[in-house]
């Protein structure tokens, strides 16, 4: 009986959207959705009704009135019994090998009819190291957007923008302009305790 309550004091749909997976197991994160909300959440934080315990590559163990459930990534619900994080090796997160490639023409005519979608449906949190910013995690995006078909994913923490740290929202704007005339775009993301490379030409 335990265990039937303790599922159902979780949301039917909650799921795990995006983790990262920090050296430090405490500054690991889950990024939790239930709904429309959508929550990220640190070890030893709560959210959902569920205390997080620990963060791997593919999973988070949660702990819900004492009773330890696990969400893997991208799946609704949880299962139980858990089993320990500790054990759970991550797969390597393949590079992006060669990179995209988009003709100009089409980025702009795509942003002319996506940007109020990805204005409105993107969401981006601070991700640091101690003190300090080290990148913008993407809690949310639009699926089917140029940001997906670029590569990115919802969980990734975005570091760097042809080489400039991204270590503010105010950052990230102010390289817009310098970015308008590149015919090449480079961005370095942590995903899954990695680094992946990130690479969109424009011809």
């Keep these: ?48 009704g569920a ?33 320990p994080v500790a054990e759970t090796r991550a797969a390597p997160a393949e590079p992006e ?25 993107t969401a981006l949190a601070p991700y640091r190291d101690g003190d300090e910013v080290k990148g913008l995690m993407i809690v949310r995006m639009p699926d089917g957007s140029l940001l997906s078909d670029a590569g990115l994913r919802t969980g990734d923490v975005l570091t760097t923008i042809n080489d400039t740290p991204v270590d503010s929202m105010a950052t990230l704007i102010s390289l817009w302009p310098r970015l308008q005339n590149e015919t ?11 680094t992946i490379p990130l690479v969109v030409n424009l011809r």
């Design 97 to 121: 090998a060669g990179g995209r490639s988009f003709a100009r023409q089409d980025v702009q005519r795509r942003l002319a009819t996506e940007i109020p979608r990805i204005l409105a449906e």
């Design 51 to 83: 205390t997080v315990l620990a963060v791997a590559a593919d999973r988070a163990r949660l702990d819900v009135d004492g009773q330890a459930v696990e969400l893997r990534l991208g799946s609704a619900g949880a299962t139980t019994p858990a089993r």
């Design 184 to 194: 090449e775009l480079r961005a370095t993301v942590l995903r899954g305790g990695q």
């Design 1 to 48: 009986m335990p265990a039937l309550a303790t599922l159902l004091a979780l949301s039917a749909d909650l799921a795990l959207v995006g983790v990262v997976v920090s050296p430090v197991a405490e500054r690991s994160v889950a990024v939790l959705r239930s709904g429309q909300r959508t929550r990220v959440v640190a070890v030893g934080e709560r959210a959902f």
